[in-house]
C-alpha cells in the first residue's frame, strides 16, 4: 500500500455550459504569459520599447504551436496513421501532444518575421525571451499532468505519480517525469537570468544557454519515460535530439563569444525622426552665418556683441544688446539713440524668435 504519492485529476476538462475547458489549454496560455511579461521587462531593461516583445510573440506563438506539433505528429505518425488510427486526430492540439524542438524550429521563423518588420535584431530579441520561455515549459508541463501522459518508469518513491486505468495506460504509481522537467526548466531560467547579469551575455548566447542547459536535463529525463517512442541504436529519438542540439548550442556559444563579444549597445533604433533640435539650431545660427563682416560667430540665443560695446566712456550698455546692427555707421557717444539699449533688451527677451525676425535684414546687408 502507498504511503504518499502525487495523485492524478479524474479528468482533464470542465465543461462550462456547452464551452469544454482544458487544462492542457490553460497551462499552454498560463506559459505563453508568463514567457511575454518576463522577456518585456527583460527587454525594457536592455533598452528596448515598450510592447515590442508582445508584438513579436503574435507572430512567434502561432508559428511556435504548428511547429511542435508538426515536430510530435511526425515522430509519432504510428500515433494517427497506423492501423485502426484516426488521422483527424493529428489536429487534436487540446488532447497533447507538442514537441519542443519543433515549437523553437518555427517559432524562430515567427519571431524573425516579427523581427524583420519591427528592424530590430532576432538574437537580442531571443536573449530576452529566453528565460521566460524556460518558465512557459514549466508551465506547460503540468498540462501532461492534467492529460495523464509523458510518465516515467514504476516507482514506490514518496513523490510518485499515481495514474489511473485508462488508453493506453496502466493503473500504477510512476516517476513524474513532468515534475521533474518542470523544476529542472524553473533551475534553467534561475541560471540564464544569473549569467546574463554576472557575464553580460549578448548577440543570442543568453538564449543559447537556455538551450543548452534545457538539452541537458531533457536527455536524463527521457531515459526515465514509458511511453511509445522511436529509437535509433536503442536510444529514444529525443535523446539523440537532445545530444545534437545540445552539442549545436555549445558550439555557437564558443564561437559567438570569440566573433562578437560583449552585448548589444542598441536592441531597437529608435526610427521616429529626432524632436526638431535640428531644425531650430540653424533657426538660431542664421543671424550670425548672415553677417559675413562679422569679426566672430554668435551662437543661438547668445547675447550677441554689438558696436555699442566700443562706445564712449559715457554709454554705458545694457547686459542685452540689439542681435542686428548695421556694420557701416555704428552710432557712439552722444549720438547714440537712448533708447537703444531698451530696444535692445526687450528684443533679446524674445530669444530664438528676435534672431529669427532679423534675418531678412541681415540678408540685404
Known amino acids: 500500500m502507498d504511503l504518499a504519492y502525487i495523485p492524478s485529476p479524474s479528468t482533464g476538462v470542465i465543461h462550462l455550459g456547452p464551452i469544454p475547458l482544458r487544462g492542457y489549454a490553460f497551462c499552454i496560455i498560463i506559459g505563453v504569459f508568463v514567457a511575454v511579461w518576463l522577456g518585456n521587462r527583460r527587454w525594457i531593461a536592455r533598452g528596448g520599447k515598450p510592447g515590442t516583445v508582445a508584438d513579436i510573440a503574435v507572430w512567434a506563438v502561432p508559428f511556435g504551436l504548428v511547429g511542435g506539433r508538426l515536430y510530435h505528429v511526425i515522430t509519432d505518425y504510428q500515433l494517427y496513421f497506423g492501423e485502426g488510427r484516426n488521422w483527424v486526430d493529428a489536429f487534436k492540439i487540446w488532447e497533447g501532444g507538442l514537441g519542443i524542438w519543433g515549437a523553437i524550429a518555427l517559432g524562430a521563423v515567427g519571431a524573425w518575421i516579427g523581427c524583420r518588420l519591427r528592424g530590430i535584431p532576432l538574437p537580442a530579441w531571443a536573449d530576452a525571451l529566453a528565460p521566460g520561455i524556460a518558465l512557459a515549459q514549466a508551465c506547460g508541463r503540468w498540462g ?14 514518496p513523490w510518485a505519480l499515481k495514474i489511473s486505468e485508462g488508453p493506453n495506460r496502466v493503473a500504477g504509481t510512476y516517476h513524474p517525469t513532468f515534475l521533474y522537467e518542470s523544476l529542472w526548466c524553473v533551475g534553467v531560467a534561475l541560471l540564464v537570468i544569473w549569467a546574463d547579469r554576472r557575464f553580460k551575455l549578448g548577440h543570442g548566447r543568453a538564449f543559447a544557454l537556455y538551450v543548452a542547459a534545457y538539452c541537458v536535463g531533457r536527455g536524463w529525463i527521457e531515459y526515465m ?10 536510444v529514444r529519438l529525443n535523446v539523440w535530439t537532445s545530444i545534437v542540439v545540445f552539442l549545436l548550442a555549445v558550439t555557437y556559444l564558443v564561437l559567438s563569444a570569440k566573433l562578437r563579444p560583449g552585448r548589444e549597445a542598441i536592441v531597437e533604433p529608435d526610427r521616429e525622426p529626432s524632436g526638431g533640435s535640428e531644425p531650430a539650431a540653424e533657426a538660431g545660427s542664421e543671424p550670425a552665418t548672415a553677417k559675413a563682416g562679422a569679426a566672430s560667430a554668435v551662437k543661438a540665443g547668445s547675447e550677441p556683441a554689438t558696436a555699442t560695446a566700443k562706445a564712449g566712456a559715457g554709454a554705458v550698455p545694457k547686459a542685452g ?19 537703444a539699449g531698451a530696444t535692445a533688451e526687450d528684443k533679446t527677451t ?16
Open 350 to 365: 524674445g530669444g530664438d524668435e528676435a534672431a529669427g525676425a532679423k534675418a531678412p535684414e541681415a540678408k540685404k546687408l
Open 321 to 339: 544688446s540689439e542681435p542686428a546692427v548695421k556694420a557701416d555707421a555704428p552710432k557712439t557717444g552722444a549720438d547714440a539713440d537712448p533708447k
Open 225 to 234: 519515460r514509458v511511453d511509445e517512442a522511436h529509437h535509433i541504436l536503442g
Open 144 to 157: 501532461n499532468w492534467f492529460n495523464q501522459e509523458l510518465y516515467g518508469r514504476a516507482t514506490d518513491l
